[in-house]
């Protein structure tokens, strides 16, 4: 558990996030979708809705509670998808 609370780490995890961010602006610019100031907030709740998903499911099945690892999933996958294809039509809106 030592690399994950290292500096390194947090280091490596901060410059793939940034990485990540100047992806999807090149890639919206790309296929002309304009991103306004009011979408980029869409676009991080999603995204950080989806890692807490995925720290809620990791953390249930590191702790062994396979049921709530199984239900943590099954609601994250309804609300991810829901609020998924909102979020992308919000996004192409022009």
Aim: hydrophobic share 60%.
């Amino acid at each position: 558990m030592g690399f994950f609370e290292s500096s390194f780490f947090w280091f490596i995890e901060g410059l793939f996030a940034c990485l990540a961010i100047i992806a999807l602006r090149t890639w919206t610019q790309d296929k002309g979708i304009p991103m306004p100031f009011w979408k980029w907030p869409v676009v991080i709740v999603w995204v950080l809705f989806l890692a807490v998903s995925i720290a809620y499911i990791g953390t249930s099945i590191g702790e062994g509670e396979m049921d709530a690892a199984f239900f943590g999933t099954i609601f994250a996958a309804v609300i991810a998808s829901i609020s998924g294809v909102v979020a992308w039509r919000l996004l192409r809106m022009r």
